[in-house]
């Protein structure tokens, strides 16, 4: 099974389970903000399908300026990973942006290992393998 073939409201749950993990490395200022509620609540209800495209693209925006916050390249990225999960509730190809930041922060995190980096990899085709088993 390709990407472009997986329901949207499945990617965007994969999406969401590959950047949350990281939201434990939004620098101390932003690991409580109301922002990530905001932004989870609102793709939960666009997976759902009461929220418009028009009112998620707006959270994400909102969303995104976790990044614009965020004083270390750790929590930037993760932002940035978490934005782009919001973000495939409106259009499919932030959700591979966001496996891509995750990857971005694995390596921050293990100074470029190639070996943590494939792990990370594995770990998201694992989700998606469980959400599509769940769907079949």
Excluded at 48 to 73: H, P, Y
Aim: charged share 30%.
């Amino acid at each position: 099974v390709t990407l472009e073939k997986i329901p949207q409201k499945f990617l965007a749950q994969w999406a969401l389970g590959v950047a949350s993990v990281y939201l434990d490395h939004l620098d101390s200022h932003l690991k409580n903000d109301p922002r990530i509620k905001l932004g989870i609540n609102t793709l939960e209800k666009r997976i759902e399908d009461s929220v418009k495209e028009f009112d998620l693209r707006k959270v994400g925006f909102v969303v995104n300026e976790l990044a614009k916050e965020s004083k270390s390249d750790v929590s930037k990225y993760s932002a940035r990973s978490f934005a782009q999960a919001i973000g495939t509730g409106h259009m499919r190809g932030h959700a591979l942006v966001s496996s891509d930041y995750a990857i971005k922060v694995r390596n921050l995190l293990t100074e470029n290992s190639l070996d943590a980096s494939t792990e990370e990899r594995v770990r998201q085709l694992r989700i998606i393998d469980e959400l599509l088993n769940k769907c079949i």
